[in-house]
């Protein structure tokens, strides 16, 4: 089956600095990858749609200035959260879309928590 | 608008027990697909089922159910004799055709397996 990738899995950092997660489609080719957001004890909520090679978009209420997306090849998508907050701690997922599969299909990472101290 | 509503915030059972896990979804499209994932305190999304709007047939596996009702827009799990290692968060989520394709999610709701 098709697998997805985010690596790291977990990540401490420091208030202020930057911090880049990957999400990687190692079977298959994803022209769109999505990025959710989980705060704790709540649901996923879509952060952003990523298309290879053009610009995210980005949902309401987002800051794209802060969360930069980049899907510059057909398997990895990169999200940095840019002058992390403690506010920014959350479990972060992706997903790709494998359209070989089916318009509908898409997978899952495991995820990556940010912790921001 | 598209939404999905899980009103059962938390489930308590004792192992052994059926239990039935709700679902409604809003969309004014004819087209779409209904999703049931399991996420275990991990955090990784396990998939469980994806029915297209065409298939009322309700499914089984294993222990797993499903029931889809177009009429009351419901897409219900029912776990039968539930076991500790069914206790994650479920999630029922929707995918719209014509969206940008990206997974509308319900709140979840936490089911807990006592022995």
């Known amino acids: 089956g098709a697998v997805v990738s985010q690596h790291p899995s977990r990540v401490i950092c420091k208030s202020g600095t930057s911090v880049k997660i990957e999400c990687r489609s190692l079977?298959?080719?994803?022209?769109?990858m999505f990025w959710y957001r989980q705060f704790p004890k709540q649901s996923l909520m879509l952060m952003a749609t990523?298309?290879?090679?053009?610009?995210?978009?980005?949902e309401q209420g987002v800051e794209k200035d802060k969360f930069l997306i980049n899907h510059a090849s057909l398997t990895l998508s990169t999200l940095t959260v840019t002058s992390a907050h403690p506010e920014d701690s959350s479990f972060y997922i992706c997903?790709?879309?494998?359209?070989?599969?089916?318009?509908?299909?898409?997978?899952f990472g495991p995820g990556t928590r940010l912790t921001v101290t | 608008a598209q939404k999905v509503t899980q009103a059962q915030t938390e489930i308590s059972v004792v192992e052994k027990e059926d239990v039935t896990l709700d679902c409604v979804y809003e969309?004014?499209?004819?087209?779409?697909?209904l999703f049931w994932y399991k996420q275990p305190p991990s955090g990784e999304l396990v998939f469980l089922i994806r029915?297209?709007?065409?298939?009322?047939q309700n499914e089984i596996s294993g222990r797993y159910s499903w029931n889809f009702q177009k009429s009351t827009s419901s897409f219900n799990f029912t776990i039968t004799a539930s076991q500790v290692v069914d206790s994650a968060v479920y999630f029922c989520a929707l995918n719209v055709r014509g969206s940008q394709g990206n997974l509308i999610f319900g709140k979840g709701t936490k089911l807990s397996v006592k022995p």
């Open positions: 079977d298959f080719q994803a022209t769109t």
């Open positions: 029915r297209n709007s065409f298939d009322e």
């Open positions: 969309t004014r499209d004819t087209t779409y697909y």
């Open positions: 997903s790709a879309r494998d359209l070989a599969s089916g318009p509908y299909e898409q997978y």
């Open positions: 990523s298309n290879e090679g053009s610009k995210a978009t980005y």
